[in-house]
């Protein structure tokens, strides 16, 4: 008999929890995801989603991505564009090839051509058909493309998906979680603060990290494998100027850069942005300024005075961050 009333218990609280974490509602804010890959023409790119959370529930979705061009001068070959395809908006252009017009799309009159163009052969701008990807997202839960990858299940949209949905996923995954990725680009790098966010939409963890590209044998662009928090000391910030002569993949080369780091009181880049971090977690965005480093002056906390890499583009994913749970 007392068993069967123990049994009843156990099943009766886990019912308990089992619900109580069913019904937890998210906490607000705006949770971002990205993907980066290489276009059909070789260039770096990444697509990002947003999915914004209020009182518990998603209430909106962003698809955006930001492509590259090439740049003879970067070391890469290529260097992210200004503006995002959303930012872009008519800009961008997705049928203006196509149309037949002639001149550019920065001139009013060209500009106007164009939209009445598009109105004319009932055609949509890229950013009007994302919007419509996010209407019915909104309205129906994110839901796969169809064959080749077309969202033949709305209306109006003729792109393909690149990631999209991929992406997310990832970022409603995150909202569940309490997780966000704020990227930025610099370059043809890719930098982002990855946070943990508890109940109360306050900061448990923040850990910045940096993805590079380079060229390979054939001269084309590829993404690092590993990003510069994988790499650790690998990464050799200061290595060229230690005059340590091998490679930091020989054990032995790689003691004497941490012995010639710790004698020379350097850090390394991903305990410098760790450094960084950790202010900004404690802290906020308070009791420093910054030009494109940290100003190092009378004021500056003494933590941050070891923190010597350009910090600006930290800074900015930091500040969007915070923006996106006020």
């Not at 995954?173 to 943990?196: H, M, P």
């Not at 100003?295 to 961050?321: G, I, M, R, S, W």
Request: proline share 1%; net charge negative; glycine share 8%.
């Amino acid at each position: 008999m007392f068993k069967k009333i123990f049994m009843v218990f156990v099943v009766c609280l886990m019912s308990l929890v089992f619900l109580s974490a069913c019904g937890q509602k998210m906490t607000d804010g705006v949770y971002r995801a990205f993907k980066e890959t290489v276009s059909s023409r070789g260039a770096p790119e990444v697509t990002t989603v947003s999915v914004t959370v209020k009182d518990g529930k998603i209430v909106g979705y962003e698809i955006d991505s930001i492509q590259s061009h090439t740049d003879a001068e970067a070391k890469t070959g290529y260097v992210f564009n200004e503006k995002s395809k959303k930012e872009l908006g008519f800009l961008y252009g997705m049928h203006f090839r196509t149309s037949g017009i002639e001149g550019d799309l920065t001139d009013e009159a060209v500009m106007n051509q164009y939209k009445a163009w598009l109105e004319e052969n009932d055609k949509l701008e890229w950013f009007e058909q994302a919007e419509l990807i996010e209407k019915y997202w909104l309205e129906n839960g994110v839901k796969d493309p169809g064959t080749e990858g077309k969202f033949d299940y709305i209306t109006g949209v003729t792109i393909s998906d690149n990631d999209y949905v991929t992406v997310a996923k990832q970022a409603v995954t995150f909202a569940k979680e309490g997780k966000t990725q704020v990227i930025t680009v610099n370059g043809s790098d890719l930098i982002w603060v990855t946070a943990k966010v508890d109940k109360n939409g306050k900061f448990t963890e923040l850990v910045v990290d940096t993805r590079q590209g380079t060229k390979d044998n054939e001269g084309k662009f590829v993404w690092n494998e590993k990003t510069k928090q994988e790499l650790g000391y690998l990464y050799g910030m200061h290595f060229r100027t230690s005059e340590i002569e091998g490679d930091l993949t020989d054990s032995a080369v790689m003691d004497q850069y941490k012995a010639w780091l710790e004698e020379n009181d350097k850090l390394e880049w991903f305990e410098q942005v760790n450094v960084f971090a950790e202010y900004v977690l404690k802290n906020g965005l308070t009791g420093f300024e910054i030009d494109q480093k940290i100003v190092k002056d009378d004021n500056t906390p003494e933590v941050l005075t070891a923190v010597t890499v350009t910090a600006v583009h930290y800074y900015n994913v930091f500040t969007q961050l915070y923006k996106d749970f006020k």
